[in-house]
Nanobody, 124 residues
């Protein structure tokens, strides 16, 4: 079964740091773009940061200069280093990835995956 498993959420004081990790597992032929989204109470899920398989990155304006996304292709893992955290960063953070799997020796399929979510709470 192909899936994303996140870790690293928790409670931190404003100004502190946290690092989220997300590992893709299963029979994956290729991982394309990976990213992080977040959903605060009463709000829609929104992009935080994403990184392509060529390490091109983009960030939401609200986290630029504070968060850093990176990936370890050998371990099928993406990271989100979150610094200078603010109470408004409180949300459930979801890992996201576009992957390619091989159904048969000649048939490939593209899948969109989501992690189960990890809660980040920033206290003031």
């Amino acid at each position: 079964q192909v899936q994303l498993v996140e870790s690293g959420g928790g409670l931190v004081q404003a100004g502190g740091s946290l690092r989220l990790s997300c590992a893709a597992s299963g029979s994956i032929d290729r991982i394309n773009t990976m990213g992080w989204y977040r959903q605060a109470p009463g709000k829609q899920r929104a992009l935080v940061a994403r990184i392509t398989n060529l390490n091109s990155t983009n960030y939401s304006d609200s986290v630029k200069g504070r968060f850093i996304i990176s990936r370890d292709n050998a371990k099928n893992t993406v990271f989100l280093q979150m610094n200078s955290l603010r109470p408004e960063d409180t949300a459930v953070y979801y890992c996201h990835a576009f992957v390619t799997i091989r159904r048969t020796p000649t048939l490939y399929e593209n899948l969109e995956l989501w992690g189960q979510g990890t809660l980040v709470t920033v206290s003031s």
